[in-house]
Each structure stands twice: as structure tokens, then as C-alpha cells.
């Protein structure tokens, strides 16, 4: 008998009889003898249903109160594969947030999860029923519902995994794996076998939608066996481990590229270059809780430099403002912004091993006289921000070029 956390997206939850089907997928694991814990998202369009409804209010609302709302999608969503899976003849009982407890801090709408505490959950399991967990969701040191962030439902998954020390953590979703690169992008794109940890943290950070990057740094950090497949198909999927002695490196280069349009860039022209500029910038943004991604700055003239950074287009605003209010103090020139870039990545561990894959791609870009505004590398991947115009095209040119296509 083992010990199986099975997580299903909003696609997969998407109407009565995909929950049915999902209900199949839980049953067949129950089948084989195994415990199951299950962690459900809302139903598909779902939570953005219910952000517009509380925009619709009007009025002003905070983090507590939209968590309140956005949290109820998931609560319907365990509910109905409770029923569900009691239709077939299954016992089920399903959880809240707080009634698992899943502790987190307050940041709310991002919150990070602090503690699990698993009595609920090997109750249930003890007593033979099914444990159908509401993911996305969690509860602060004041009791106020608090939500992960989008994904975050992965994140409850492989947290809860890691909490009762689960034997696997099956990732179900819309697409039976992780891909070489988009499918819809690129239509020759190829399932991998196998991702290693270091390569899938890049590519949830870079723009591939598969895993939430949080949840598959909670998987590397507790070491948790992990899964990506599908809801809709038979397949072994995608297994997410740990890169050991026994691969062959030289064999590998490139697994994936992807394309990122959800940042925007903003420059700051004319700035002091001394010590302490930078940290001034930075230090306010940080204090907005406001992540920064990609940062360059110009040789100095005339003692004044530039500085260009990038951030999350939904935090571009605020971003702008506190860059306007820092460069006022500064007595910049100018800061300007631009949200109609992409960020191109490609990674893979083996580019530890190999020379040559900058050089690859800056030839390739030019061929197609796409202009790099951006560089930053790792040991394992190399992204340049681009004209967000031409993400789809430089993804493909890429893929070709790296020779990813479906063997």
C-alpha cells in the first residue's frame, strides 16, 4: 500500500463530468490499494468570477476580504468530488484550509505556508475514506482565510505531500507532461520524460505554466516524488527529480525553451553613478513587495548612468510610481516603460557541460533581426528580453535550432 497525494487543476474541474472524470482517476488509485489524499482547484474561470465580482462592488476592498471570496471556488470544488466519488460508491471527506490546518503567514493573496498539521488528514485516511483537500487556501495567526497565489493549488499539493511524507505526488492537468516547448506555439514540441529539479524551477519562472515555481521548490526541498500528467489521457507523464551521477551529460544541452509576456520594463535615464543609488531604488520597491527580475546599468558618462529593470506587469503601475518619486529625489532625467516585451529563455542542465549555446541563440535571434534589449544567464539557462511581437517566432527558431523536435 503507498501513500498517493493526487492534484487536479481548474481544467481539470471544469464541469460536472470532467469532476466525474476526475472521480475515475481518484477511484483507479483507490483500486490499487493505495491511500489517496486529493487537492482540487476551483472549477475553470472560476476565481476570475469572482474577482469581478467583488470589482463590481465598487468601492474599496482589501486582501482579507477578497481572499475571503476567491477561497469559496475551491471549497465548491471539494465539495462536488466529494459527491462525486460518494456516488460511485466511495467514501470521501473533504477539507477546508483550516480544517486541515494549513498555517500560513499574512500575506495576503501570496501567503507562504508555515506549518501543516496532517491529524485531520490520517484520520480520514484511517478510517478508509478518500481526503479531498480545498487547495489555493490556508489560514493566518488571527484566523483570517488566506489564498497562495495563483497555482497555489500546487503548492497545498506537494506541501501536504511533504507533510505526510507521501510515496508520490501526481500533478494532473490539461497536457500529459512537460513539454519541450509550448504545443501551441510549437507544434513539434515533445513530452520529456524526465525534468530535473533545477531545469523545472527555471521553466516555471520563465514563463511555462505547468507547475507553479513555488510548489516545485517545496518538491526539491523535501524531496518529494513528483508527477506531471494528464487528467484526460493514459501516460506515465513527466517525472520532476534530482539530476544523478548515472546521466549521461554529454548528451544533453537544451531540454526546453520558453517565452515569458507577463513583465514589462522600466528604465531610469540620467542617475548619479556613486554607491547607494541602486540600493536606494531597489530598497523602496523591495518595500513594496514588489519582485524584480532582470536588471542592467550603462557604463557611466559624466559621472550619470542608466538603469534598466524588470517587474511583473501587474505590478508595473506601482512600480512606475515609486521609480518617478526615487528619480524625482535623485534628479533623473527621465523614466520611461515599456510593456510590449517578451522574455525568450532557454534551459537545461547540460548547459553546464557545453560552450557554444549563447552564441546559438544571439545567431539565430539575428538572423530573424530580432533585437536583444536584455541578457541575463545561469548556469543552466540564458533569457533575453525581446519585442513581445515576436516571442512565437523566436520560440520556434529556437526549438529547430537546439534540435527539440519529436524524435
Known amino acids: 500500500m503507498a501513500l498517493i497525494v493526487q492534484k487536479f487543476g481548474g481544467t481539470s474541474m471544469g464541469s460536472i463530468d470532467r469532476i466525474k472524470q476526475v472521480a475515475g482517476r481518484v477511484i483507479k488509485e483507490k483500486q490499487n490499494n493505495n491511500d489517496v489524499v486529493v487537492v482540487v482547484s476551483a472549477m475553470n474561470g472560476e476565481t476570475n468570477r469572482l ?31 466529494s459527491i462525486a466519488l460518494r456516488n460511485e460508491g466511495y467514501d470521501a471527506v473533504p477539507l477546508l484550509g483550516h480544517q486541515v490546518k494549513i498555517t500560513t503567514d499574512e500575506s495576503h493573496g501570496k501567503a507562504r505556508i508555515s506549518a501543516i498539521d496532517d491529524h485531520n488528514i490520517r484520520t480520514g485516511l484511517k478510517s478508509g475514506k478518500i481526503v479531498v483537500i480545498a487547495g489555493f487556501q490556508g489560514i493566518d495567526s488571527k484566523g483570517f482565510i488566506t489564498t497562495l497565489g495563483r497555482g497555489g493549488s500546487d503548492t497545498t499539493a506537494v506541501a501536504v505531500a511533504a507533510a505526510i511524507k507521501a510515496d508520490r505526488c501526481d500533478i494532473y492537468t490539461d ?22 529539479f533545477d531545469e523545472m524551477i ?19 526541498k523535501y524531496k518529494v516524488n513528483l508527477f506531471v500528467k494528464s487528467t484526460f489521457a493514459e501516460g506515465p507523464g513527466t517525472q520532476i527529480k534530482f539530476l544523478g551521477d548515472e546521466e549521461n551529460m554529454e548528451e544533453l544541452q537544451v531540454s526546453s525553451v520558453a517565452y515569458d509576456k507577463t513583465e514589462a520594463k522600466i528604465s531610469i535615464r540620467g542617475i548619479p553613478d556613486k554607491p547607494g543609488i541602486a540600493a536606494k531604488i531597489f530598497s523602496k520597491i523591495s518595500d513594496a513587495n514588489i519582485v524584480v527580475d532582470m536588471i542592467i546599468q550603462n557604463i557611466s558618462v559624466h559621472g ?12 508595473l503601475k506601482n512600480a512606475i510610481d515609486i521609480t518617478n518619486g526615487v528619480a524625482k529625489e535623485l534628479n533623473a532625467e527621465e523614466v520611461i516603460s515599456d510593456d510590449k516585451i517578451a522574455k525568450i529563455s532557454v534551459i537545461g542542465v ?52 537546439f534540435n527539440l523536435g519529436k524524435k
Open 304 to 315: 550619470l548612468t542608466d538603469l534598466t529593470f524588470t517587474v511583473s506587469k501587474k505590478d
Open 175 to 196: 497536457v500529459d507532461g512537460v513539454y519541450t516547448a509550448d504545443p501551441q506555439v510549437v507544434p513539434d514540441a515533445g513530452r520529456l520524460d524526465v525534468v530535473y
Open 350 to 401: 547540460g548547459m553546464r557541460n557545453h560552450y557554444g549555446t549563447a552564441s546559438t541563440m544571439f545567431s539565430v535571434l539575428s538572423k530573424e533581426n530580432i533585437n536583444i534589449m536584455m541578457i541575463s544567464t545561469s548556469e543552466i539557462k540564458i533569457s533575453c528580453i525581446i519585442d513581445a511581437k515576436y516571442a512565437e517566432l523566436a520560440t520556434r527558431i529556437l526549438h529547430e535550432a
Open 202 to 220: 527555471e521553466m516555471s519562472s520563465l514563463g511555462a505554466k505547468v507547475l507553479q515555481i513555488r510548489s516545485v521548490e517545496f518538491a526539491m
Open 51 to 81: 474577482l469581478d465580482l467583488a470589482t463590481k462592488m465598487g468601492g474599496k476592498y482589501d486582501d482579507i476580504e477578497t481572499d475571503m471570496i476567491i477561497s469559496s471556488g475551491e471549497q465548491v470544488s471539494s465539495g462536488l468530488l
